[in-house]
């Protein structure tokens, strides 16, 4: 019998989800995971290829997502797999989030109009 490769591992889990191939089971796995059903669903997303989040300085920390989305309304979605409890994943996520927040800022731009696309 082959061996099969987990999707919990990391690159199995990247290369499963995170490719414009399988674009739908990302979809599906994210309609799942966020409970998004009839008209909240997601139907298509985009797949950021820029992974690595900005540093404005040489010595501040950097990070790298797994895999990065925008939904057609312009939502950022970072989706992680983490199996090994390094009893840190609110600090990262928040770090994480802050990143992704403040790159889409743009220079003169209103904080109240600045994140958040309607129709």
């Known amino acids: 019998m082959p061996r099969r490769l987990s999707p919990k591992n990391d690159f199995v889990f990247i290369s499963l989800f995170g490719g414009e191939d399988h674009k739908d089971l990302l ?24 992974l690595r989040l900005s540093q404005e300085r040489l ?14 309304a312009g939502t950022e979605i970072n989706i992680e797999i983490q199996l ?9 996520t928040l ?17 109240r109009d600045s994140f958040y696309r309607t129709g």
Do not use: C, H
């Open 27 to 50: 979809i599906s796995l994210l309609n799942a995971i966020l409970d998004l059903r009839g008209e909240a669903q997601l139907l298509e997303i985009e797949i950021v290829k820029n």
């Open 59 to 72: 010595d501040e920390k950097t990070g790298v997502l797994d895999i990065r989305a925008r939904t057609v």
């Open 84 to 92: 090994l409890n390094q009893y840190d994943m609110e600090k990262r």
């Open 95 to 111: 770090f994480y989030w802050s990143k992704i927040f403040t790159e889409q800022l743009k220079p003169g731009q209103n904080f």
